[in-house]
């Protein structure tokens, strides 16, 4: 369990170093983890994804969200 922890703040310690545009933004990073916790983890197709494909999928979602231009 505690290798798995580790594992996992590696990923994540990983993804905000590479993605400085999404870890520069509270906001954004609360957007990854929602997208990675309510679509990508929820997912079936993903379930035999490493955790760091999963956290990537988030990030290319969350960028997503944030491009779509709003509706008056």
Known sequence: KKQQIQ?????????LNQNPD?????????MVVFCLKN???LNPENAALPFREKLDRAGIMAREFFRVPGEA
């Open 7 to 15: 594992t996992i703040q590696a990923a994540a310690g990983d993804f």
């Open 39 to 41: 679509y990508v983890s």
């Open 22 to 30: 999404l870890a520069g933004d509270r906001d954004k990073v609360q």
